[in-house]
C-alpha cells in the first residue's frame, strides 16, 4: 500500500500561484497513475489533475486546464501539481491519490477508483 503526504498549500492572492508537492512511499509507485483531486466542505471530491506512470501522459479538468501542471520524478517518487492563475474558487482541500499497478496509460480521474489517498492540504485563494 502507498503512503502518500501531501504539502505545498497556504493561502495566496487570486492570480498567484502555489506548487503541491506529494511524497510517496511504498515499491508500487513505479506502476501507479497519479492523480490530485480537491474537496469543498459539502461537495463531492472532484478530479483536478493527473499523471501516468509512463510516458508521463497528463489530463486536467476543464476548471483548471491551462492553468495547473502536474509533473512526477519517478527517481524521488514524488509528484507536483504547479497550480498558476489561481482563482478564488480554486479554494479547497487538495489530495493527491494513487491507482497501483495501473495500466501505463491509464489517468486516475474517479475518486471511488483511488486505491490510496494522501490527508490533503488546505489551499485558499483570497479575492
Known amino acids: 500500500q502507498l503512503q502518500l503526504v501531501e504539502s505545498g498549500g497556504g493561502l495566496v492572492q487570486a492570480g498567484g500561484s502555489l506548487r503541491l508537492s506529494c511524497a510517496a512511499s511504498?515499491?508500487?509507485?513505479?506502476?501507479?497513475?497519479i492523480g490530485w483531486f480537491r474537496q469543498v466542505p459539502g461537495k463531492e471530491r472532484e478530479f483536478v489533475a493527473g499523471?501516468?506512470?509512463?510516458?508521463?501522459?497528463?489530463g486536467y479538468a476543464d476548471s483548471v486546464k491551462g492553468r495547473f501542471t502536474v509533473s512526477r520524478d519517478n527517481t524521488n517518487n514524488t509528484v507536483d501539481l504547479l497550480m498558476n492563475s489561481l482563482k478564488p474558487e480554486d479554494t479547497a482541500v487538495y489530495y493527491c491519490?494513487?491507482?497501483?499497478?495501473?495500466?501505463?496509460?491509464?489517468?486516475?480521474?474517479?475518486?471511488?477508483?483511488?486505491?490510496?489517498w494522501g490527508q490533503g492540504t488546505q489551499v485558499t485563494v483570497s479575492s
Open positions: 499523471i501516468t506512470w509512463d510516458f508521463g501522459l497528463t
Open positions: 491519490a494513487a491507482v497501483q499497478r495501473s495500466a501505463s496509460n491509464y489517468i486516475v480521474t474517479i475518486a471511488s477508483r483511488v486505491d490510496s
Open positions: 511504498g515499491r508500487s509507485f513505479s506502476t501507479a497513475s
